[in-house]
């Protein structure tokens, strides 16, 4: 991933956006083809490792363990940028976001770990909801089946890379500026990358 010096992400910036934008994209080359699942992952920043499962049938696990080159790519927060937001003249259309890029090594887990996966998963997301869902409401043969059809994997990050662009390469005036023009918006995900910039400017 192309990063200019005025985005580039830390770690723990790295981190923190992950845990808010946890559904990637998982890139394989293997075999001179290049193969890609969405999947939802557990991040792990204590052990520097994702979790994820996908389905057996699907032909991404012969990949996995083997291949040439592996990545998942996460998008966070995004929005168009308008030039007539700009306080300055002569400005141009662009696009504010933040995205991470991880290379990794891939194991495959057994069922147990399959189903901590599945579990762990199923923990964070429902943790929104009054009465969550937990999978004890599932019946044994429901349960197997559904571990039969897929399987978790642990990926091992090897190499992490952020961008947050943010106008950061703008003066304060015309940050300011852009803020307020995402702030005109009806998209939430404008309304967002307005909040991020701000946490910017008034860390």
Request: aromatic share 8%.
């Amino acid at each position: 991933m192309y990063i200019q010096r005025h985005f580039k992400m830390l770690e723990k910036e790295c981190f923190k956006m992950l845990k808010k934008h946890s559904f990637g994209q998982l890139i394989t080359s293997f075999n001179d083809q290049i193969t890609q699942t969405y999947v939802p992952f557990i991040i792990d920043q204590n052990n520097a490792c994702l979790y994820g499962h996908i389905a057996k049938q699907n032909r991404q696990i012969e990949c996995l363990q083997n291949s040439d080159d592996l990545t998942v790519t996460f998008l966070g927060s995004d929005a168009y940028i308008s030039p007539n937001w700009y306080g300055s003249p002569d400005q141009v259309p662009t696009w504010n976001y933040q995205a991470v890029e991880i290379k990794g090594k891939a194991t495959l887990l057994d069922n147990d770990g399959t189903l901590k996966v599945i579990v762990g998963l199923s923990q964070i997301h429902e943790s929104q909801f009054e009465v969550p869902w937990t999978i004890d409401k599932m019946s044994n043969k429901k349960l197997n089946a559904m571990l039969r059809a897929i399987v978790g994997f642990r990926i091992d990050i090897i190499e992490m890379n952020g961008q947050s662009k943010l106008s950061q390469n703008k003066n304060i005036e015309d940050r300011q500026s852009v803020i307020k023009g995402l702030g005109t918006t009806k998209e939430q995900a404008s309304h967002r990358i307005a909040e991020l910039m701000n946490e910017e400017i008034e860390p």
